[in-house]
DNA sequence: TCTCAATTGCTATTGCTAATAGCATTTACA
DNA sequence: TGTAAATGCTATTAGCAATAGCAATTGAGA
């Protein structure tokens, strides 16, 4: 037994989480995104005219951390700040930004399905229902 | 809908995995403790003589990241270097350390208990296989 | 309608974690 | 025995998240 820790949840939920984390990321690199971005880009994409504020509520990234993240994306094109009042500002996707999005979409979709294939069948269909109880 | 990424698999991953860590955290800090010093030491604790580069490879920690970790241990009087050769040393527990690591095991017990419960009983016993087959 | 609390977007800073590159020494194998 | 691999370490870096604070704007209740 190499791995003493493996029949802790915590610690088995940490190490997948690790190493997923770290696959998904390398998966994401050849479109210049790291995976936050890309989580930004894919809830901007879903619906129109949440602000930073409301995407970082939902992402749990704070409003601080949501202004360089921000920056990064419009530096590349991909997203843009249209005011919607003197105070806040929607998070819209320009056009580079939607394909960007298509990009993205191709890549995790990829993603989820090679994670799930690693699991086996009679496990599968378990694992979103009891992570989405850990934490929702 | 509140989060139209909760269905994926690795977001789902990803957000259970850091409510988990979160929560561990705030459980060890009264030990003064951190998460992967919790784990050394639970290693350490479970075979003898292992040596710093053993316990990373096991734990996934590079050796170079796991100096600063051993010294905070070595410091809190927790674990000492034993030379096993004038190139290696066992990572011992002090008897410090092994009163330590029995607060560890009831907090992380008691945790590992609390988060399973969270899960709804059809999923439970398919939790740890599955994050199992993501990583090893 | 006026006031005050809450919200927004932001700056600046900090700590933790992990990654990289490099180095001297020691060990193990062929 | 000679060489490749391993060990423990230093030093540095990047990414991510957390905190505190601030000016301006908005919104809700009196």
Known sequence: ???PLSQLPGYALRRA????????A??????GL???EASVLMLAGARDNQTSSEIGRILDVQRANMVPL???LERAGLVERVPIDRKSSA?????????KLR?????????????????????RDHLVPALNALWR
Chains 1, 2 share one sequence.
């Open 26 to 31: 390398d998966r994401l690199a050849p479109l």
């Open 70 to 72: 921000l920056n990064r």
């Open 103 to 123: 990009e993205v979409e191709a890549v995790t979709s990829a993603f989820e399905a090679d994670l799930l294939a690693r699991v086996p069948l009679d496990h």
């Open 34 to 36: 790291r995976v936050a």
């Open 91 to 99: 998070i819209v996707l320009t056009l580079a930004g939607r394909q």
């Open 17 to 24: 989480a690790n190493a997923m984390m770290g696959e998904l």
């Open 1 to 3: 037994m190499p791995d």
